[in-house]
T-cell receptor, first 117, second 117 residues
Framework: DTEVTQTPKHLVMGMTNKKSLKCEQH?????MYWYKQKAKKPPELMFV???????INESVPSRFSPECPNSSLLNLHLHALQPEDSALYLC????????????????FGPGTRLTVL | AQSVTQLDSHVSVSEGTPVLLRCNYS??????LFWYVQHPNKGLQLLLK????ATLVKGINGFEAEFKKSETSFHLTKPSAHMSDAAEYFC???????????????WGLGTSLGVNP
């Protein structure tokens, strides 16, 4: 099973709202990722969690707050977003390989289409 | 620094004809390379990956890619296009691991494949 699930599929929110995106995987992966993707562009990495600890934050504004409650779940809390934050938000997971074995494959969820009004 | 260039932003083929999507990479070490596909309003699906084993890599849905170190290329091919192949294709190279052994993915800008009946 290589499935990553994301909820909700679509989200419309105002600039003063607080909402959360959820991601779940049951592949035993210990690395989880949040990406933002604008139309006709490649995904942009936002955050990486390794062993439930934040290991990479790509200088993302604080209105995006990630959380990894356990090894299967990843959340992205949203607050006071701007219209330019409207995008497809993708979650991914992968194994963590040590040393020089090379990166393991990232498996992506279907994404949450976010619209900020 | 690692980088990846997809040489065509859009490729259009007729159904039943061969597909060639071109990708060149730059890497200061032995890279891992991936092709992902994204159908409209969908998440990203791994087509295939190269991780220093066989240079000819077979993927899903009849796609394959050949790693050519001398040409720093990793072109994606398929002998006969199907209408369902119409999608965005991303060539991806792995970055050097950071201190936490995390590796970012470096994404090409994507090639949009159109398939005409």
């Amino acid at each position: 099973d290589t499935e990553v699930t994301q909820t909700p599929k679509h989200l419309v929110m105002g600039m003063t709202n607080k909402k959360s995106l959820k991601c779940e995987q049951h592949m035993g992966h210990r690395a989880m990722y949040w990406y933002k993707q604008k139309a006709k562009k490649p995904p942009e990495l936002m955050f990486v969690y390794s062993y439930e600890k934040l290991s990479i934050n790509e200088s993302v504004p604080s209105r995006f707050s990630p959380e990894c409650p356990n090894s299967s779940l990843l959340n992205l809390h949203l607050h006071a977003l701007q219209p330019e934050d409207s995008a497809l938000y993708l979650c991914a997971s992968s194994r963590i390989r040590s040393g020089t074995k090379g990166p393991d494959t990232q498996y992506f969820g279907p994404g949450t289409r976010l619209t900020v009004l | 620094a690692q980088s990846v260039t997809q040489l065509d932003s859009h490729v259009s083929v007729s159904e039943g004809t061969p597909v060639l999507l071109r990708c060149n990479y730059s890497s200061s070490y032995s890279p891992s390379l991936f092709w992902y596909v994204q159908h409209p309003n969908k998440g990203l699906q791994l087509l295939l990956k190269y991780t220093s084993a066989a240079t000819l890599v077979k993927g899903i849905n009849g796609f394959e890619a050949e790693f050519k170190k001398s040409e720093t290329s990793f072109h994606l091919t398929k002998p006969s296009a199907h209408m369902s192949d119409a999608a965005e294709y991303f060539c991806v190279v792995s970055d050097i691991p950071n201190a936490g052994n995390n590796r970012k993915l470096i994404w090409g800008l994507g090639t949009s494949l159109g398939v005409n009946p």
